[in-house]
């Protein structure tokens, strides 16, 4: 949700702003930065860590372009890494 929605639903569907909360997109890399994972035997379970996983969570439709995720992962396992890939979403 954006704040264009979150407006919409103040202004036009009597919502009270105090009832929603908007979610900013985006992923604080620094929580998710390599050097700050657990290493294997060190609380983490095994394997976990090991292999990326990249997603896309949203609801399936053209216009938020999963065909350009798809391909983009094909051309990464292409060129050899390994990795995991999830779409996430409802349509």
Known sequence: MNEVIREALVNNQGVPKSLIRV????????????????????????????IPVVGSVGSITRVKGHHVFLRAARRVLDQGVEAMFAIVGEG
């Open 23 to 50: 979610i900013h997109r985006g992923v604080d890399t620094e929580v998710l930065a390599p050097e700050r994972a657990p290493a294997a035997g060190q609380g983490a379970a095994p394997g976990v860590g090991m």
